[in-house]
């Protein structure tokens, strides 16, 4: 049982290694600006705003969770070699579980289309907060590179 153990927790392990930083990445331009980071500030016009949903922040949890129980309730399946088989199944099945249930999560988010100065249009999505934004509204788009947000 104690090599049941180990191979659980090692598998809830790497699933962990599996989940993204919440807010990371060009959809999730929501998340703070970072410390002494440098972004590129645009000005425009709001030309229109829709109302969509946003991936929730992925914490990894889920797949450990679900590779944990997994692997303790396959752990309790039959005595010797069929308990050990039963932990690694139930740990695959647990983390794919897991990760289904994480995947599902989303929260409120608008997509806002901003006519910038300079004359190109754009599109940011971003995770709906206490700003409220309207067509005609003068906004400064903040870009780092490889994520962007409205603000007013």
Request: glycine share 16%; aromatic share 4%; net charge neutral.
């Amino acid at each position: 049982m104690r090599l049941a153990a180990s191979f659980v927790f090692v598998a809830a392990g790497l699933c962990a290694g599996c989940a993204s930083a919440p807010w990371e990445g060009d959809r999730n331009p929501g998340r703070p600006p970072q410390a002494q980071g440098q972004e590129t500030v645009y000005e425009g016009v709001v030309e229109s705003v829709r109302e969509v949903e946003v991936d929730s922040a992925r914490t990894g949890v889920g797949p450990m969770a679900g590779a944990v129980i997994g692997g303790t309730v396959g752990g309790e399946v039959g005595r010797g070699r069929g308990s050990a088989a039963g932990v690694v199944v139930g740990t695959v099945i647990g983390a794919v579980a897991g990760e289904a249930a994480a995947q599902a999560g989303t929260l409120p988010g608008l997509e806002i289309t901003v006519r910038l100065d300079e004359g190109r249009v754009i599109a940011v999505t971003q995770r709906k907060d206490a700003a409220t934004f309207k067509p005609g509204d003068r906004v400064r788009v903040l870009a780092d590179g490889r994520s962007a947000r409205v603000t007013h």
